[in-house]
């Protein structure tokens, strides 16, 4: 299964709301086997390094960057996704990041 994580401050609202979009893109385009999750920055070092995908709302630091890199984890601005304002360039991201996995 492939594992998405979304990252916030808190891990509460921004991040949830993120997940339930890209749940609910998930559900509407009948893609299966992604376990979405919410998470906060604090946590984030620590358990990144496990996720396939990062989204991201805020810009990553830079221990959070070398560990996508290091990990070969595709990382997604989600700002769009959060704001509704073109949000189908992250989920194009998105799909393609899933894409690679399965490559």
Not at 44 to 61: F, G, K, M, Q, T
Request: aromatic share 8%; glycine share 8%; charged share 20%.
């Amino acid at each position: 299964m492939a594992k998405i994580i979304v990252a916030c401050g808190s891990g509460v609202a921004s991040s949830e709301l993120v997940v339930k979009h890209i749940s609910d893109f998930f559900e509407d385009h009948g893609i299966t086997g992604v376990d979405v999750e919410a998470t906060d920055f604090k946590k984030l070092p620590d358990i990144l390094a496990s996720y396939d995908i990062y989204v991201w709302i805020a810009r990553p630091s830079e221990q959070i960057q070398t560990i996508v890199d290091e990990n070969n984890i595709t990382s997604v601005n989600g700002l769009p996704i959060f704001t509704g304002q073109n949000p189908e360039v992250s989920y194009k991201e998105i799909i393609s990041g899933l894409k690679g996995l399965s490559a």
